[in-house]
């Protein structure tokens, strides 16, 4: 693991004699080799499949393993969208003349080598490559048991146009000892690591956040809420919460909770469990819930669950001050969003909401690096600092203090 770090170090230094018109190019090979290399990508992914299908893995996990040709192509067109975005090193973020005539100039640097742990989604092998490169970072990769073919095929080729550009293939590495034991190992390698980005299970999170010296910036679960307000357009917000919920259950920006003003709670309720029954929702309830449609309690436990699957918690809250209050007790500081037409009620609930993404009027499946224009994502981070929310390729910057004196001496 040590010389395997090593390695990965020594290459960082090369990203930064890169062109950011160089870096577009080989992205686009990169996007390229993948449409290419379909099949043999497919091939592997069925692999995956059919080991998962043995092993019994949720359908959660299945359908983010799933890999078929439009999903790959996705996954190009992410890497051309990373392209197009703008250089995001050597930028000039800001700059002043001390007094004594120091030019100080605050510049944006890469942030050296990134280890990134992963559960499921082979896309996460392409986006994250994509960003640390544009970025340029070396990339350190951890994907999970259940997609090691997909994530080896996936890597295999966008290493092979590294390696036909004369760069080192360490640029985008898979680690070399996959089990628990190396993942102990590369958290605690801070001499060669500078940040480990874990995104999966609850499981996954704690125990990186707890056991690593390298600094983390962690992929928390989603325990995402949508507050149906007394203002609402009801048929507005039937469509968004069918959306948060069903569109992509096993996502971590699904919906697990529908909050329901209690003013409205006996009317409406009725027409939201008629959409999802139609959609096969498997619905809970609190008691008041209880007392307007027919469905299974919904106890302490399931309001901090994150399903991951087509099952919905439904709780009758009061008034926006309820849904704060039940956000903030049980929210992982992921995506909220309110559902209402009183401008007042909406901003109220924006500045009170402490999670990463607030939405009014809208779905919490946005909250997304592509669809925030970031081109991917290398996770969405539910840290405070340093990066939050959908972590694209500023977030894997940082900065430095570049000093231009004419003998100045203190």
């Not at 009725?270 to 027919?294: N, R, S, V, Y």
Request: with cysteine; proline share 2%.
């Amino acid at each position: 693991m040590e010389k395997f770090l090593q390695e990965a170090k020594s290459a960082s230094r090369v990203l930064l004699e890169l062109s950011g018109a160089d870096k577009n190019r080989i992205l686009r090979e990169m996007a390229d080799a993948l449409i290419n290399n379909t099949a043999e990508i497919l091939k592997a992914n069925a692999d995956d499949m059919a080991d998962g299908k043995r092993n019994s893995l949720s359908s959660a996990l299945m359908d983010r393993l799933f890999l078929d040709e439009a999903r790959i192509e996705a996954m190009a067109v992410a890497l051309r969208d990373i392209a197009s975005l703008k250089e995001p090193v050597g930028r000039v973020l800001d700059g002043w003349v001390t007094e004594n005539g120091l030019k100080i100039e605050k510049v944006s640097i890469p942030i050296g080598v990134i280890g990134i742990i992963y559960e499921s989604r082979p896309n996460v092998t392409s986006d994250t490559a994509g960003l640390t490169f544009k970025s340029s970072n070396v990339c350190v990769l951890k994907g999970g048991k259940e997609a090691q073919n997909s994530n080896e095929a996936i890597a295999k080729v966008l290493r092979k146009v590294l390696k036909d550009n004369s760069l080192p293939e360490a640029l985008i590495s898979l680690i070399p000892d996959a089990s628990r034991e190396g993942v102990a190992k590369l958290i605690k390698m801070d001499r060669y690591v500078d940040l480990i980005v874990p995104r999966g299970g609850e499981g996954l999170i704690r125990y990186v956040s707890e056991n690593a010296s390298v600094p983390v910036v962690k992929h928390d679960k989603g325990q995402c809420h949508t507050y149906v307000d007394r203002d609402a357009d009801i048929d507005e917000a039937i469509a968004i919460a069918i959306n948060a919920k069903v569109q992509r259950p096993g996502v971590c920006n699904a919906m697990e909770t529908l909050l329901v003003d209690e003013a409205i709670a006996s009317a409406v309720l009725p027409k939201f469990k008629e959409a999802f029954d139609a959609e096969h929702t498997e619905l809970k309830g609190d008691e008041k819930t209880q007392k307007c449609i027919d469905v299974a309690h919904a106890g302490d436990s399931d309001f901090h669950t994150e399903y991951l699957a087509n099952i919905l918690n439904i709780r009758v809250v009061d008034g926006v001050d309820g849904a704060i209050e039940h956000i903030v007790e049980y929210g992982s500081g992921h995506s909220e969003a309110i559902i209402t037409e009183n401008i007042t009620t909406a901003e109220k609930f924006l500045n009170a909401i402490d999670a990463a993404a607030v939405y009014v009027n809208a779905s919490t499946r946005f909250t997304d690096g592509g669809a925030f224009g970031f081109g991917a994502e290398v996770g969405i981070s539910t840290n405070k600092l340093h990066a939050r929310g959908p972590m694209g390729i500023e977030g894997l910057t940082t900065y430095k203090f570049k000093i231009y004196g004419s003998g100045q001496i203190r």
